[in-house]
């Protein structure tokens, strides 16, 4: 079978091409056709011998996802549903985002998701299998290439968890991040966890190299709650976590981003934004408030406005820093794996 050429950093694919007789050199003139040209097939590549095209196309794939489904929000976010094209028909989802800075895209890095969270659309749809680096990349470059727009900023915020994918996603970093490749600052790259501490340390002791955004769904600083909206919590206790996090800041010297999503008479009451602000005490810490996307048969609903309010400002008048997140694209379903999930549901 074909390998998905796109499954492979710079450095590999100079090896890759040393294996089936070529110049290591000619891996820079690839890089720049997939990522920088966006072409969608081998013989496109016009700088390159119909020779060399030929060898590619027999050795390798681009492995091109097709659109299977596109929604536009009045917001301009576009959710799109690919079908990876893989013998079992897998499909994925991706969010694109226009903020005043730029592009966002909102990537998957599994197809489903073992986390569990209580909340989440994922929850309850079997988890199929780790995303590929190539597949990671491919969501943007499906999307510039539909859109003919430049993504600024990707976030690892759509389906699975990108520590549970730690390698595939680390080398789709690399692609993303290398100006040969996609030329996407580490800075703007951010990884969202559901707080697998572990690979926390370990993505810790490779920033200096990566140095990239990390975010943890924290969403409760109470171990009883947060073990109840997130099994992860059980294995990892919030201590744990915390512990972790203070090891990556101390290492990176980066602030971490806590993502907290505020459901009613769940979490979002002052006695909760007062265990928040012990819990970051001191700590080079962003808090992102985020009204929660109801469910289908979920048991959390939103927070009313007023109390999301009083939660940002207790905990800015506390010495956090706090911001409530736009709601992007509620209209068309954007939060995370709902659409898949529908998808699955009408098969
Ligand atoms: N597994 C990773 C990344 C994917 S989820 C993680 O847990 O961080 C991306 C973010 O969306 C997480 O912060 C997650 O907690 C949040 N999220 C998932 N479902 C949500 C919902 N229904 N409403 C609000 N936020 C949700």
């Known amino acids: 079978m074909k390998t998905n050429i796109k499954n492979y950093n710079l450095d ?3 090896e890759e091409l040393k294996r089936i007789g070529e110049k290591p050199f000619r891996a820079e003139q690839i890089f720049k056709w997939i990522y920088q040209e966006k072409v ?5 590549m016009t700088n390159l011998s119909l020779e060399l095209r030929k060898k590619l196309d027999e050795n390798f794939t681009l492995g091109i996802f097709k659109i299977v489904k596109k929604l536009e929000s009045i917001d301009g976010t576009k ?8 013998e079992n028909g897998n499909m994925i989802e991706s969010v694109l985002m226009q903020y005043h800075h730029g592009y966002t895209i909102c990537v998957s890095s599994q197809i489903g998701c073992k986390m569990g969270c209580k909340f989440c659309a994922s929850t309850g749809i079997p988890f199929e299998r780790n995303l590929l680096a190539g597949e990671i990349v491919e969501q943007i470059l499906a999307i510039e290439r539909d859109t003919g727009i430049t993504i600024s900023n990707i976030v690892f915020m759509g389906i699975g968890e990108p520590l549970d994918n730690f390698d595939n996603v680390m080398n789709a970093i690399q692609i993303i991040n290398n100006p040969k490749g996609l030329n996407i600052g580490a800075r703007h790259i951010s990884i969202s966890t559901s707080g697998i501490v572990p690979k926390i340390y370990e993505l810790a002791d490779r920033e200096e190299k990566i140095q990239c955004t990390l975010s943890i769904s924290l969403h409760s600083s109470n171990n009883k709650k947060r073990s109840e909206m997130m099994p992860v919590n059980n294995a990892y206790p919030i201590e744990e976590l915390i512990k972790a996090c203070r090891y990556f800041i101390k290492k990176t010297n980066k602030r971490i981003s806590f993502e907290y999503a505020l459901a009613k008479d769940n979490n979002d009451n002052l006695e909760d934004a007062k265990e928040l602000v012990k819990l970051l005490d001191g700590m080079l810490a962003h808090v992102n408030l985020i009204p929660i996307n109801p469910i289908e048969k979920g048991k ?5 406005n007023e109390n999301i309010i009083k939660f940002r400002d207790y905990l800015n008048e506390h010495g956090i820093v706090a911001t409530i997140r736009r709601e992007l694209g509620s209209d068309i379903d954007a939060a995370c794996g709902q659409l898949r999930r529908k998808n699955l549901k009408n098969k």
């Not at 959710?79 to 893989?86: G, I, M, N, S, T």
């Open 79 to 86: 959710k799109y549903l690919f079908d990876v094209q893989d």
């Open 40 to 44: 969608d097939s081998f013989d496109k």
């Open 300 to 304: 959390y609903t939103k927070s009313t």
């Open 12 to 14: 590999i694919l100079k």
